[in-house]
């Protein structure tokens, strides 16, 4: 029997995240942009985002969302490293999310008391997280890493842990992520491409929305 114990932060990113069925992961290069995108993914019933620190928009991105949309909870993505994960918490981020794992980014993450979704694409690397009490991570990169073969060979010894796979998942394959048993959510850039944004065609994105809201599971 396995006996992991979820930290209270890793319990917080599973209150976040549990409930958000699709996770977009934005790329946003014009601050000017973030409302808008924003407010269609909203519109369409996604409201928790993860804007990627890959652009130098992000934290401007983050700052007018968290203004202008209280309805949206913000993830910081792309973290990798102590400074970005404080620049996260200090710009209001209510979680944060890696592709991986470093031993410096999850003492950052305590430090700083940030809820963190780390990063896991081997039964090793989940091992090593869940012994420090995240029993939530994100599998990435989920398909190239073994998609869902992978995740239901590691539902059986590690049940406990549950993913967020994100790489390489669109509408199309989304639904058999979802329904199996040890995957919360998913992430993915699908429902904001980069055409449509810089189109600015918001009305797509918010189709693209809709249809990402319609893959949770009915009760
Ligand atoms: O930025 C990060 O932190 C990442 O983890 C890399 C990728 O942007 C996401 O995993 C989305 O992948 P796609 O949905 O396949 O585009």
New binding site residues.
């Given amino acids: 029997m396995t006996s992991y114990t979820p930290s209270p932060l890793s319990r917080r990113v599973a209150e976040v995240i549990d409930a958000a069925v699709v996770i977009p992961?934005l790329?946003v290069h014009n601050p000017a942009q973030a409302v808008p995108l924003a407010e269609a993914l909203a519109k369409g019933g996604l409201t928790v985002l993860e804007i990627?620190l890959?652009t130098e928009a992000a934290f401007a991105a983050i700052e007018a969302i968290a203004r202008t949309l209280p309805e949206v909870t913000l993830g910081a993505?792309?973290v990798l490293n102590r400074q970005q994960m404080q620049q996260a918490a200090d710009h209001g981020c209510r979680f944060a999310?890696?592709?991986g794992a470093t031993p410096a980014l999850l003492a950052a993450a305590e430090a700083v008391g940030m809820p963190f979704l780390p990063?896991a694409a081997s039964a090793s690397e989940a091992m090593v997280l869940a012994e420090r009490g995240y029993l939530r991570q994100?599998l990435?990169?989920a398909e190239a890493a073994g998609g869902m073969a992978l995740l239901k060979s590691l539902a059986e010894p590690l049940p406990q842990i549950g993913f967020c796979p994100?790489?390489?998942?669109d509408l199309a394959r989304a639904p058999a992520y979802l329904a199996l048993k040890n995957v919360v959510c998913v992430?993915?850039?699908?429902v904001a491409p980069k055409d449509a944004v810089e189109a600015c065609d918001w009305k797509r994105i918010e189709k693209l929305a809709a249809e990402a809201t319609a893959l949770r599971p009915q009760a």
């Fill in positions: 992961v790329v990627t890959r993505g792309t999310v890696s592709p990063g994100k990435f990169p994100t790489g390489g998942i992430g993915g850039s699908w």
